[in-house]
């Protein structure tokens, strides 16, 4: 997959501040790449609320109200948590979009660990949540990243932005 331009992360805040609207972001396994790409861009102050690093379940849980019996039931990567973390992270950020990322970045733990690359990224916007279910390869980094971009996609889709970046 291509990589995503400063230029289309701009559009989406341009969108964002033009709609008088705000986002926050829920990380895990991307750390805050997430929220870097977005403070990247001068500006971004007028739309991005906040950002919540939740790598490991009781931050899910303390910071954006992921209930522990999803965790439990679901793991924290899944379709499930992805939702919860995007529909917490909005209300607690008072923001009126949040996208959130949750997967298995790697190493794989042996040679029969297939999780690597596994990703769900969320996004709620306008009182909805998309979930999208991602097999990504690469190394950490390379999944890291992807992960970042197809989360700013998602945005891009769930809020019919029409960003294309160019």
């Given at each position: 997959m291509e990589r995503l331009t400063d230029r289309y992360v701009e559009e989406l805040l341009e969108v964002l501040r033009r709609r008088k609207e705000t986002v926050s972001v829920v990380e895990s396994c991307t750390g805050g790449l997430l929220a870097a790409r977005i403070t990247d861009i001068p500006g971004c102050s007028d739309v991005f609320r906040q950002s919540f690093v939740t790598y490991c379940d009781e931050a899910k849980h303390?910071?954006?109200?992921?209930?522990n019996a999803t965790?439990?039931?679901h793991t924290a990567v899944s379709s499930k948590t992805a939702n919860a973390m995007a529909k917490g992270g909005a209300k607690a950020a008072g923001a009126n979009a949040c996208v959130s990322v949750t997967g298995y970045a790697g190493p794989a733990a042996d040679e029969t660990d297939t999780s690597v690359g596994l990703v769900y990224i969320g996004c709620f916007y306008r009182g909805r949540v998309r979930v999208?279910?991602?097999r990504l390869t690469g190394n950490r980094r390379q999944i890291r990243e992807?992960?970042?971009d197809e989360a700013l996609r998602l945005l891009n889709e769930v809020g019919e932005f029409h960003v294309n970046g160019s």
């Amino acid at each position: 997959m291509e990589r995503l331009t400063d230029r289309y992360v701009e559009e989406l805040l341009e969108v964002l501040r033009r709609r008088k609207e705000t986002v926050s972001v829920v990380e895990s396994c991307t750390g805050g790449l997430l929220a870097a790409r977005i403070t990247d861009i001068p500006g971004c102050s007028d739309v991005f609320r906040q950002s919540f690093v939740t790598y490991c379940d009781e931050a899910k849980h303390k910071l954006v109200k992921v209930k522990n019996a999803t965790l439990r039931k679901h793991t924290a990567v899944s379709s499930k948590t992805a939702n919860a973390m995007a529909k917490g992270g909005a209300k607690a950020a008072g923001a009126n979009a949040c996208v959130s990322v949750t997967g298995y970045a790697g190493p794989a733990a042996d040679e029969t660990d297939t999780s690597v690359g596994l990703v769900y990224i969320g996004c709620f916007y306008r009182g909805r949540v998309r979930v999208k279910e991602l097999r990504l390869t690469g190394n950490r980094r390379q999944i890291r990243e992807t992960a970042v971009d197809e989360a700013l996609r998602l945005l891009n889709e769930v809020g019919e932005f029409h960003v294309n970046g160019s």
